[in-house]
């Protein structure tokens, strides 16, 4: 704070407003009032900035947002604009209402599809469109409000004990820790390489190459376009070995097994090699096959048990709209059990 700064800070449930600020009254029970009036050092500065001062809780551009939401009063009168230039003795009151960010860690009862459980962790099987942890623009609705709802134990676990994340348009199997001991062993287990993840994919174009194949390039942030990933040089190392399933004229049917796992990685390395996902429209796919989200789908899942070493294994079933997307290009549905033949 700077010196010289009178500041006035009290709970609106036990003040009374200042004479212009009735209207921020009823702010609601997760707001503050906070009343201020700006001392002589602060003369001239912008309102932004004379509040970073009140509210060091908060970041400056969240200010700002609350600025321009009409959370703030000065002298009678809401200010919306950041860079109005206070004056000594000015009289205001700002809302400070949650951030986003502080809201989304909250449960939020949901329809989970869990395929086992136990006392140590669980195997869920996510759909297509569930954003797994909250991020800009999902604060709410994510797998991780549904599983603080869930397992009141998730709240003393880093992101309720999700340890691998799926992109919110990719479907299929996750693994999730109800102990902070589990956790740092599936967190060890999957660095180390010794948790199974194997995704089936459709993609533009037949097949090219050998019927198997690695991709070995490293990947990082594309410089062109920072909402992308891309194979960079000085990237971070990432490995995926491809197998063809199936394929036809229109594209081919895959089979992905993750040997590292960075953002993007299976997505990244098929438009690397020529073959985007049908649908993946960041990296080069189109809607296709009456698909509108990537065709992406994580059906395998194997590890040994944490605890007492039992080996697990989990296939998801296709969901409908891969199914119905493979019937369209006349490919066949490979169930379960003749992808499980097939693994490695």
């Known amino acids: 704070m700077k010196q010289g700064t009178s500041i006035i800070s009290t709970d609106i449930s036990e003040a009374h407003p200042p004479a212009g600020f009735e209207d921020l009254a009823d702010a609601g029970p997760d707001a503050e009032l906070r009343p201020f009036v700006i001392a002589a050092a602060d003369h001239g500065a912008r309102l932004d900035r004379a509040l970073v001062a009140l509210a060091p809780e908060f970041s400056r551009s969240y200010l700002q947002q609350l600025i321009q939401a009409g959370a703030v009063t000065l002298n009678g009168a809401t200010v919306a604009h950041c860079a109005h230039r206070v004056k000594a003795g000015d009289q205001g009151a700002i809302e400070l209402r949650p951030t986003p960010q502080s809201q989304s860690f909250r449960p939020e009862p949901m329809d989970l599809k869990v395929v086992f459980e136990d006392e140590y962790l669980l195997v869920i099987d996510k759909p297509a469109g569930l954003v797994v942890h909250p991020a800009p623009g999902n604060w709410s609705g994510t797998l991780l409000n549904g599983l603080l709802a869930r397992d009141a134990g998730a709240t003393l676990l880093p992101r309720a004990g999700i340890v691998h994340r799926l992109d919110k348009d990719t479907s299929g199997l996750m693994v999730v820790a109800r102990t902070r001991a589990i956790m ?11 948790v199974a993840r194997q995704y089936v994919a459709l993609a533009h174009r037949a097949w090219s190459g050998p019927a198997s194949r690695q991709v070995d390039a490293p990947i990082g942030r594309d410089p062109r376009n920072r909402l992308r990933m891309a194979v960079v040089e000085g990237g971070k190392p990432a490995v995926t070995v491809f197998e063809r399933l199936q394929e036809c004229a229109q594209g081919c049917w895959v089979r ?10 299976i997505r990244v390395h098929m438009a690397h090699i020529g073959h985007p996902l049908v649908a993946d429209e960041l990296y080069g796919g189109a809607p296709a096959a009456g698909l509108s989200r990537q065709a992406l789908h994580a059906w395998r899942l194997a590890f040994e048990h944490p605890v007492g070493g039992r080996a697990l294994e989990f296939q998801a079933a296709l ?4 199914q119905q997307a493979l019937a369209s290009w006349g490919l066949r549905y490979n169930d379960r059990e003749w992808l499980k033949s097939h693994a490695p």
């Open 184 to 194: 740092d062993a599936l967190v060890q287990r999957i660095a180390a390489r010794q």
């Open 256 to 265: 992905a097994t993750l040997q590292t796992g960075r953002t993007h990685q």
């Open 319 to 322: 969901p409908a709209d891969l």
